[in-house]
């Protein structure tokens, strides 16, 4: 029989936003590990906050909302301010009612400036990888380490002379026509007028270069989690004195690298230096360069079952920039500096490990 449709709205309704999330859904258990980590952070929040005026949209909300735009792919802060209105998962991540208003994205966008000056979202990241640490999921001695750029939210018009010299006055101030055909351009002389912070740079030799930020990551090979994430900016030299960064915080986290692996960039003998004098045995790839005489690892190491496993393992670290890239957004930078950038980076790597965690950890 064919039904009827249905014009009267229900007078009363006692069904919620929790209700309409399937109980197998995954974001249950995400929600879960995301609650527990900022229930330790509730100290730090208060420290954030004055005793008097008016409330604020509170701070854990603040993060879960940063969590969703990872999670789901979320194209601004503006378009998940527009779907919290009618999306029943993320008010029921954000443990709101049907009743309860949704964020206004200019005050969503100030609110979350608390969050970087109080580097909140290291400290969640941080308290992610406890909670996987306390599991025993994380290798005790076995990392990886890796690096890739993420495009800054700068355009290549903006890349301009650093003593503000030009040939002529631009045809249309919003859109200037441009052409750096025979121009020599390179970040000595030359820096972005809308992210003066990046640089540009490119990953291969026959790509073309854009304003850039560099991305590390430190990954552990026993699940492929990613223990430690850093942003600097572009340079020659740039991915391995990431990697020594991130190495040097390992101790004072209770965490402490045995081995490390790594692609043919790390190839230098410096950089194997740096790693035997912390007691870190270099599993790094042979580069293929024919004039190179010396290798961080010897031919006879390089043919050992240790070094094989790791270069095996090594290439997981690829999932973390490929997560954090497609799923993340993280791909194209949607704040402009050095500190925003690695706020987001952050807190999309926290993402990931959450979504790891939620099919590692037991029921």
Not at 250 to 273: C, K, N, S, W
Not at 337 to 349: D, E, F, P
Request: glycine residues 6%; proline residues 4%; aromatic residues 8%.
């Amino acid at each position: 029989m064919r039904g009827d449709v249905k014009n009267q709205a229900s007078f009363l309704s006692i069904v919620g936003p929790e209700q309409r999330v399937p109980q197998e859904h995954p974001i249950r258990r995400i929600k879960a590990l995301a609650d527990a980590e900022l229930e330790r952070l509730s100290a730090e929040f208060d420290a954030m906050y004055a005793g008097g005026g008016r409330p604020s949209i509170p701070p854990e909300s603040l993060l879960k909302a940063c969590l969703l735009i990872a999670l789901f792919s979320v194209r601004s802060e503006r378009q998940f301010c527009e779907r919290l209105n009618y999306d029943l998962m993320f008010r029921y991540f954000l443990d709101m009612g049907m009743e309860d208003d949704g964020f206004d994205a200019s005050s969503f966008a100030k609110n979350k400036e608390r969050l970087l000056k109080a580097d909140i979202a290291r400290l969640f990241f941080d308290g992610v990888v406890r909670r996987a640490k306390e599991a025993r999921l994380i290798s005790a001695e076995h990392f990886t380490v890796d690096g890739t750029l993420i495009e800054a939210w700068a355009s290549a018009k903006s890349f301009k002379k650093k003593d503000g010299t030009s040939d002529k006055p631009p045809d249309d101030p919003g859109n200037p026509t441009v052409n750096f055909h025979g121009e020599k351009r390179s970040n000595q002389t030359h820096e972005s007028t809308t992210d003066p912070e990046s640089r540009l740079a490119t990953k291969a030799k026959h790509q073309a270069s854009k304003l850039s930020y560099a991305a590390h990551a430190l990954m552990e090979n026993r699940n492929g989690l990613c223990v430690d994430i850093e942003l600097t900016q572009c340079s020659g030299t740039a991915e391995r004195e990431g990697a020594l960064t991130m190495l040097d915080r390992q101790p004072a986290r209770g965490i402490h690298p045995r081995t490390l692996a790594a692609d043919a960039g790390y190839d230098v003998m410096q950089f194997g230096e740096e790693l035997r004098a912390r007691s870190v045995t270099p599993h790094i790839a042979q580069s293929r360069d024919v004039r190179r005489i010396r290798h961080v690892v010897p031919n006879h190491v390089a043919k050992g079952r240790r070094h094989r496993l790791s270069q095996r393992v090594r290439k997981k670290v690829e999932e973390i920039f490929g997560w954090m890239k497609t799923v993340g957004g993280f791909r194209k930078t949607r704040y402009r500096g050095q500190r925003k950038t690695g706020l987001w980076a952050c807190i999309t790597a926290a993402a990931y490990n959450l979504v790891r965690l939620s099919r590692l950890l037991p029921a």
